[in-house]
């Protein structure tokens, strides 16, 4: 079946940056776009942005543009979503999402998240 | 681009229905079918229980439907269950920059 395991629990200083990976099996990797998706504690979800695994090709949320990249490693079935100039308030689980076919707007299966904690 | 708008919580007996509402604008909810609803028990990831509106996903209870009115969706559960106890969000499609727009979340407590 579909399942994505992401990359472990992460603590970075103020300013640094983060490499969350998501490593993708039961299906064609480059077939179906992967989508990242934030939750601070005890806050809502909040879309990131997608790569699309086959070309590269990816497409911000306007607020991540300039910091945020994603990448993937189509040899090994793993999609990276790096953060840069990291703060205190970008402390929070950072999930991995698949688009089935032809879907907009909804993903499924999800990773099981990785907690990415800021703190001086 | 703000969150779409849910109740903070909604509570119901088991055996009881219960409707979630979510509401945006014609940006969102109102101009496109894309709305999908995910429910998320405590530490876990979310799981998506409808999309497109109103479809089901393989393996999905048939307690849950959903529909939309003008700007405002909505998630009924019917037959509550103690096992429906969880965090629910709605999320949809959106002409913005930003894509998918997520809601802010209700807690559904079976009492």
């Known amino acids: 079946q579909v399942q994505l395991v992401q990359s472990g629990a992460e603590v970075k200083k103020p300013g640094a940056s983060v490499k969350v990976s998501c490593k993708a099996s039961?299906?064609?990797?480059?077939?179906?776009?992967m989508h990242w998706v934030r939750q601070a504690p005890g806050q809502g979800l909040e879309w990131m942005g997608w790569?699309?695994?086959?070309?590269?090709?990816?497409k911000y949320a306007q607020k991540f543009q300039g910091w945020v990249t994603m990448t993937r490693d189509t040899s090994i079935s793993t999609a990276y979503m790096e953060l840069s100039r990291l703060r205190s308030e970008d402390t929070a689980v950072y999930y991995c999402?698949?688009?089935?076919?032809?879907?907009?707007?909804?993903?499924?299966?999800w990773g099981q998240g990785a907690l990415v904690t800021v703190s001086s | 681009q703000s969150a779409l708008t849910q109740p903070a919580s909604v509570s119901g007996s088991p055996g009881q229905s219960i409707t979630i509402s979510c509401t945006g604008t014609?940006?969102?909810?109102?101009?496109?079918?894309?709305v999908s609803w995910y429910q998320q028990h405590p530490g876990k990831a979310p799981k998506v229980m409808i999309h497109?509106?109103?479809n089901r996903p393989s393996g999905v209870s048939n307690r849950f439907s959903g529909s939309k009115s003008g700007n405002t969706a909505s998630l009924t559960i019917s037959g509550l269950q103690a096992e429906d106890e969880a965090d629910y969000y709605c999320?949809?499609?959106?002409?913005?920059?930003?894509?998918?727009?997520f809601g802010t979340g209700t807690k559904v407590t079976v009492l």
């Open positions: 039961g299906y064609t990797f480059t077939g179906y776009y």
């Open positions: 497109d509106v109103s």
């Open positions: 999402a698949v688009a089935p076919p032809a879907a907009i707007g909804w993903f499924d299966p």
């Open positions: 999320s949809s499609y959106t002409s913005s920059s930003t894509l998918y727009v």
């Open positions: 790569i699309n695994p086959n070309s590269g090709g990816t």
């Open positions: 014609s940006s969102d909810v109102g101009g496109y079918n894309y």
